[in-house]
């Protein structure tokens, strides 16, 4: 299983979720995210079905823990990928049942940032994440 392939079909359906009138329909990687991903592989959906479903259910706790750490962006103004892939990691890190190492969680979270987000969404990602896991810490 690729996990980082799973990672990057979850942060496509989330970003699609959030501007689909229908969330529901939403709720399994979609087959447009799913189409989108090179090398994804039918045995990598559950684990992307589950960061997007586990996500989902925690949103509430984690905005509130990314507006804590994000002092200076409020989090409806920050880009779309960058707010699903911070969502995203800090839900590997705390909330999943295997818990991701966080530095691991980072990692791919960068590398998708610099993949999928604007010029320096690598290091804003990183800065993130970095501080939210030093106030969980």
Known sequence: MSRRHAREAALLTLFQMDFSANEASLYDVS??????VEGLKEKDLPYAQGLVRGTRAAIGEIDAAIARSAKEWKLERMPGVDRNLIRMAFYEMYYQEERIDPGTAINEAVELAKKYGAEDAGRYVNGI??????AVS
């Open 129 to 134: 994440l970095s501080a939210m896991q030093k």
């Open 31 to 36: 087959e447009i995210a799913a189409g989108a």
